[in-house]
């Protein structure tokens, strides 16, 4: 199923999938995905010493070393806190570093988180910069759609948090519009039905190289399934059955199902990425005693204020992602960070991916304790493994 304009008579739209040669086209050929979840946020999990840190260069050093391991993707949260929020004081803003690194860096794609409702940008706002970096980027960024789940983002922004489904809707007519000025060959006027702007004879240009930039969204709610049915090109999955690898490999066969059913009623494509901590070591006794150590570094325990890794698990949240960390039925995780968990030697690491893959997962957004190291490390002992597995080509 194609979208089509807003405007009355307006053209059919097309995205990244609709060509063969797109970056994101071309990076679909491979059997798993890679990206790499960065943090441009002091992230303090552990007093177990790494070196991480928030800043740009450090996070550009990352993806380019991403890039030259043939990764696809990169991509980093944003998070709009009070003071005293994240575990440190600084956090640089995913959209603008992101699209920053368009110009330094030749392949990856380059996912910029952007709470879209906030604001509320206006959708030439959203339309124009991102036109913009997808020229810089030749096609190599896009958005990763957020609609705020945190009642005191909301509140910082001077309104109480939108209801969880209307913010769906919301979202879905602004990008009924941005989508419209990505690809009209007119001007378009539209009057918001459930939001706060319009448009009188908009027009965008230039158009994006490859009809839009690449849309992802994160969901897990039924109304968060059926937008990102219809408007992403990756989704980005949780496990029901919280971060445990055993537990996550038990639920997500049923819940890739229905996302992958969504989409194909929609008539689209689409992929699923879901996000690992790799916690890896020569042996798995090895990898066990460095999650250990991390444990033994965390200065609250589980449960508490900064359950998640950081402060922010302490604010109102109606996301549904998450759920399954509380679910006492699923063996649950270290709190390691990421989605899942996925701590062992190099050959179990792999085993744990391919088993991921197997059950519909088409590409991991890995998470590293050091990035740095951890990262170089992946590239020297899991990559080739992966390789041989078959995962990368």
């Known amino acids: 199923m194609s979208a089509v304009s807003v405007r009355e008579g307006g053209p059919v739209l097309k995205g990244p999938w609709d060509f063969e040669n797109s970056p994101l086209s071309k990076a679909a050929k491979q059997p798993?995905?890679?990206?790499?979840?960065?943090?441009?946020?002091?992230?303090?999990?552990?007093?177990?010493?790494?070196?991480?840190?928030?800043?740009?260069?450090?996070?550009?050093?990352?993806?380019?070393?991403?890039?030259e391991l043939g990764f696809e993707l990169a991509f980093s949260r944003t998070q709009w806190l009070p003071k005293g929020g994240y575990d440190g004081e600084s956090s640089l803003d995913a959209f603008v570093a992101l699209g920053a690194m368009a110009a330094a860096t030749s392949k990856i794609i380059l996912i910029s988180t952007m709470h879209v409702l906030y604001g509320p940008l206006h959708p030439l706002h959203i339309a124009k910069y991102g036109a913009t970096l997808d020229h810089i980027a030749k096609g190599r960024w896009g958005i990763n759609i957020v609609t705020g789940h945190r009642a005191i983002e909301h509140e910082m922004f001077g309104w109480q948090r939108i209801e969880h489904d209307k913010r769906y809707d919301m979202t879905a007519e602004l990008f009924d519009v941005v989508n419209s000025l990505w690809g009209e060959t007119e001007n378009i006027s539209y009057q918001g039905k459930v939001s706060p702007w319009s448009l009188e004879n908009a027009w965008v240009t230039p158009k994006p190289i490859y009809g839009r930039p690449v849309l992802v969204n994160a969901t897990g709610s039924p109304a968060g399934i059926e937008f990102a049915s219809k408007y992403s090109d990756l989704i980005f999955?949780?496990?029901?059955?919280?971060?445990?690898?055993?537990s996550a490999l038990e639920t997500l066969p049923e819940h890739i199902a229905t996302i992958k059913a969504a989409a194909k009623a929609q008539g689209r494509t689409i992929k699923t990425i879901i996000n690992p901590v790799i916690v890896s070591r020569d042996t798995t006794e090895e990898a066990e005693a460095y999650a250990q150590s991390i444990v033994n570094g965390c200065d609250v325990k589980v449960g508490s204020k900064r359950k998640f890794g950081n402060s922010a698990g302490a604010y109102d949240s109606d996301a549904h992602a998450w759920r399954g960390r509380k679910d006492s039925r699923h063996k649950q995780g270290l709190n390691l960070g990421g989605n899942i968990e996925i701590i062992g030697s190099p050959e179990l690491v792999v085993e744990k991916l391919a088993a991921l893959h197997r059950i519909g997962i088409d590409g991991v957004q890995l998470n590293f304790y050091d990035f740095k190291p951890d990262l170089d490390y992946f590239g020297r002992k899991i990559l080739p493994l992966m390789k041989e597995a078959g995962l990368r080509i």
């Open 32 to 67: 798993l995905l890679l990206g790499l979840f960065l943090s441009l946020q002091d992230i303090r999990l552990s007093s177990y010493p790494t070196s991480n840190t928030w800043t740009f260069d450090y996070n550009l050093d990352l993806v380019r070393k991403a890039e």
């Open 237 to 246: 999955i949780t496990s029901p059955g919280g971060s445990h690898i055993d």
